[in-house]
């Protein structure tokens, strides 16, 4: 645990074209880095508006949707970015508005989730009893909170709670899906947060998505077949400019929530694995918590 720890940015798919726009990221080297879990996404250097240096790294690629969000190496990702120091993970999310209150462009800062996902490893503790932790907040509440103040200071349409349902993919959800998930409390859906927001508090680091809706989801709205475009017709050309023009303020929202965040903000992500340290159970340093499989 260190009170002044690297801040990380984890940019998801919507936002690709932020990596080298007008007022968006500023990147140096990158390289992939070994973990005990295989290799990491390309960890960059990377330089927030305004200059406060971040680690930044793509989910799905540099150019595209290379790495579906089913094929991401959540593990390797987090394990990477604590490997070099990252205390606070910012992650980037575009998703489906089930709340039919949301307009395309309106960014959400989700209090809770609903993990539906089934074919991912969840864990770094596979081999022990380690990890079960409370997730009364599964987001880092210091994060939300600095990213509730950037969103409101820039003048952004937001909403500051919601409940984010993630999906496997790589398919869409059905209506009826859709309409359960809304049964069940949740207001937008993706396919990233989870386990990447359990993974992170495995790893005592701060988590917070800055999510956007980029579409209705399906069966919100009534949408005509399209076989020619994105997610075939589920958004209009209008809401796409307006997901886009969300896209493009995401650099500048996050370097304004991290300016706000205290290295010794109060929250208690950092010491979520205290009681197993109070318990001999694992030191100080994460890297001895799991076992290393055989190269
Ligand atoms: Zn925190």
């Not at 307006?242 to 493009?248: E, P, V």
Request: glycine share 10%; with cysteine; aromatic share 8%.
């Amino acid at each position: 645990m260190t009170a002044d720890g690297r801040c990380a940015v984890i940019v998801g798919s919507g936002a690709w074209h932020v990596l080298r726009g007008e007022g968006g990221f500023v990147l140096g080297p990158g390289a992939p880095r070994p973990t005990p879990f295989g290799s990491s996404r390309p960890i960059f250097e990377a330089h927030l508006p305004g200059g406060r240096p971040v680690l930044l790294l793509t989910r799905h690629g540099e150019r595209g949707y290379d790495v579906g969000a089913w094929a991401v190496n959540y593990r390797a990702n987090l394990w990477a970015l604590k490997d070099l120091g990252a205390d606070l993970v910012l992650a980037t999310c575009a998703c489906g508005g089930i709340d039919p209150a949301l307009a395309v462009g309106t960014f959400v800062l989700p209090h809770d989730l609903i993990d539906k996902t089934t074919r991912r490893p969840r864990t770094f503790f596979e081999a022990s009893g380690l990890g079960v932790l409370r997730h009364a907040e599964p987001f880092c509440p210091a994060a939300r909170k600095a990213l509730a103040e950037a969103l409101a200071e820039a003048g952004l349409p937001h909403v500051d709670a919601g409940v984010c349902v993630v999906t496997d993919g790589p398919r869409l959800e059905t209506p009826a899906e859709i309409r359960a998930f809304a049964a069940e409390g949740a207001t937008v859906v993706g396919m990233t947060l989870a386990p990447e927001f359990a993974l992170a508090r495995e790893l005592e680091m701060c988590y917070a998505p800055l999510a956007w809706v980029v579409n209705p989801a399906e069966g919100v709205r009534d949408r005509p077949y399209r076989p020619d475009v994105l997610f075939e017709g589920m958004a209009t050309e209008a809401e796409q400019a307006s997901a886009d023009a969300a896209a493009a303020r995401v650099p500048a929202v996050l370097a304004a929530a991290v300016d706000r965040l205290a290295p010794d903000r109060s929250c208690h992500c950092r010491s979520a694995m205290q009681r197993y340290r109070d318990d001999g159970r694992i030191g100080d340093d994460f890297r001895t918590w799991v076992e290393r499989p055989a190269p």
